[in-house]
Structure formats: structure tokens, C-alpha cells
């Protein structure tokens, strides 16, 4: 009885939500006399609501008023996965930390702690935080992830081990992760990221030879195609000076 007469509160409430101007809601302390903890979930799938239409000032201002108010216990981790969910979309590192370190310390499902773990890394990647970086992928590597997360977590963790780490552990590391049979499906990102290290380092007859593997062991990912004949185009027209085969691979691309 008491769930079907919330049910019924809710659907009113969020009818409510979309003709009462956000403030003015925000406002209202006893909505449709719902418990507090209903209200809190009632306003965490409204600024989802909101950030899924790209409105994201409005989204901005639940997640303010959410922020500053004491969340109840159940609800938490959905507000702190949704307020990521609207930073990324504002692309704001500093907010997306923020709430990726709350959902850290609260959650204890394996999977979504890696898929924490993992973005926690590449903002710091990203950011040239490469010690940050490295502590986080590696947090992901030992907590046992599923086969693609832990791939791009291994693949990330030598990118920003790169800065540190002699050429010889590197390439050492590559060939472990080529050699290993689970990463079969994945060799032609493998070979990429092999192609960008040695470019990093100016060794770009060897970073072509990798861009070139990639794009042969390489089917259905067009975006990784592009990027591999890009990066093939670029070495040739600004390092090499051969306009002529740099067009080939820029209209491959």
C-alpha cells in the first residue's frame, strides 16, 4: 500500500518538477509529504533528468542544493555517480575528482571501484599527474578488473610510467602484453600505443613500423584507423618532408 502511494507521489512530484522553476522547488522543504530520503532520490533523477537534456545550469543547481544537505545513506553513491556523470559533460576535472574520491571511499562493488579507479587515472594522465596516475591504474591492475578495463589500465599505467621508466622495462612490458593470448582481440591497440611510445621518444621509423601493424590488425575500429593513418600522414609531412605519401595516408584517414 505505502509503495504504490508513493509511486503515485512521485509521478506527481516529477510532473511537479517540470513546471515550478528549479528555485522555487528547491525551496519547498515537505513536497507531497514525502520522507526526506524519497525527496533525495527525487531530486538525484531530476538533475540526471536535467543533464541527460543538456540542461546543465539546472542541473548545476540541484547538485548544489545536494551537495550542502545531508544525503541519505542508501542514495549517496547515485548522487556522487550522477554529479560525475554532469562533470564530464562540463568537462571539469576538478569537480569530476571530487566525486569520483566520494564513490572511492563509499563503494565497495569490485566493479565499479575499478571503473573508478580507471577514470581517477586517466584524469590525471590527462592532467601529466604521471605518479597519480600510475597509483591508480595500478590500484585497478591488482583489483582483478574485467579483460578490458584491465588491458587499457596496463596500457595506460606504461604510458604514464613512460616519463620514468628506461626503454628497455617498457618495451619489455609491451611484449608481455602482446605475447599474453587474452589480448588477442585487442594487439591493434596495443601496437598503437606501442607506435606512440616510440614516438614520444623520436624514434619514428619505429613508431611507423607499430601505426602500420596496428592498422593491419585492425577490422571494425574506424576510430583507431583514423587515428593510425593520422599519426602515419603527420610523421611523413612534418618529420619527413614527403608530401606524397603523407596524402595517402591523410586520405586514408
Not at 587515472?121 to 601529466?128: A, C, E, T, Y
Not at 628506461?166 to 585487442?186: A, G, H, S, V
Not at 611507423?208 to 583507431?224: A, G
Request: aromatic share 18%; hydrophobic share 35%.
Amino acid at each position: 500500500y505505502f509503495k504504490i502511494i508513493w509511486a503515485i507521489n512521485f509521478v506527481k512530484f516529477w510532473k511537479l518538477m517540470h513546471y515550478i522553476p528549479c528555485k522555487r522547488v528547491l525551496m519547498v522543504n515537505n513536497v507531497y509529504h514525502l520522507y526526506n530520503s524519497n525527496k533525495d532520490l527525487a531530486l538525484i533523477n531530476l538533475m540526471r533528468s536535467y543533464t541527460e537534456n543538456k540542461q546543465f545550469n539546472e542541473a548545476k543547481e540541484v547538485y548544489n542544493y545536494l551537495k550542502n544537505k545531508s544525503i541519505y545513506n542508501d542514495y549517496q553513491i547515485d548522487f556522487y555517480k550522477y554529479s560525475v556523470y554532469l562533470f564530464k559533460q562540463l568537462k571539469k576535472n576538478s569537480e569530476l575528482l571530487i566525486n569520483l574520491k566520494k564513490i572511492e571511499n563509499l563503494t565497495k562493488d569490485k566493479t565499479l571501484k575499478n571503473k573508478v579507479y580507471f577514470l581517477i587515472g586517466q584524469i590525471h594522465l590527462n592532467d601529466n599527474n604521471y605518479d597519480e596516475a600510475q597509483q591508480y591504474f595500478e590500484r585497478c591492475i591488482k583489483n582483478n578488473p574485467k579483460l578490458e578495463i584491465e588491458l587499457y589500465a596496463k596500457l595506460y599505467y606504461v604510458r604514464s610510467s613512460t616519463k620514468s621508466s628506461d626503454e628497455e622495462t617498457i618495451n619489455k612490458y609491451f611484449k608481455k602484453l602482446i605475447r599474453d593470448k587474452k589480448n588477442y582481440d585487442y594487439l591493434n591497440r596495443i601496437y598503437f600505443e606501442l607506435g606512440q611510445y616510440y614516438y614520444e621518444k623520436d624514434f619514428l621509423n619505429k613508431a611507423l613500423d607499430n601505426y602500420k601493424i596496428s592498422i593491419q590488425k585492425t577490422i571494425n575500429n574506424k576510430n583507431l584507423l583514423f587515428k593510425a593513418h593520422l599519426e602515419i600522414a603527420n610523421i611523413h609531412y612534418y618529420k619527413y618532408n614527403n608530401y606524397s605519401i603523407s596524402k595517402l595516408y591523410y586520405d586514408s584517414a
